[in-house]
């Protein structure tokens, strides 16, 4: 063979090498591009997937949050009114004591030395007392223990609401 098919023969072989390396990297470089399209995609769809989840998950917790809040805005209603009939009802004795339709009275437990020589109380028109001795309260200390027993009425519906509220939140 001559020298000039030799180098024909070489120049054809690396013109084969060039074109089939190119061939290849063109067919590797879309190939890789196909895979990472396919990973950019599935990446974006749990990205997508994720975010829909944390907001179904903070549209669940925005309703609970509404349903305690009205829970708790009904407590506190609630909590108002029992407030507002005690006072009411502190009130309408207070006012009952001063005008003397209503006297407080308290149980003795032995009979006042020249208390009547052992007769029971006098009794008022609105009944007969029989049995145990009860003596009036003067209408200065009845309005004391009305006053008080009203903090005292104040203080249980206050611990009552707070345990309602504390239930509330517990749940």
Known sequence: MKALDWQLLALALLLGLALG???AWIWQANSYETALALQDA?????????ATAAIDRLGQEQTQRRAL?????ASDQT???ELLDAQHTQARLRDRLATADLRLSVLLATPAQGSG???PAATGSGGVVHGALRAD???THARRIVSITDYGDQGLIALKACQAYVRAIAQ
């Not at 809040?69 to 805005?73: A, C, N, T, V, Y």
């Open 21 to 23: 390396g190119g061939a």
């Open 42 to 50: 599935g990446h974006q769809k749990e990205r997508e997937d994720a």
């Open 69 to 73: 809040e009205d829970r708790l805005q």
């Open 79 to 81: 909590h108002y009114q």
């Open 117 to 119: 020589c052992g007769m």
């Open 137 to 139: 309260l003067d209408p």
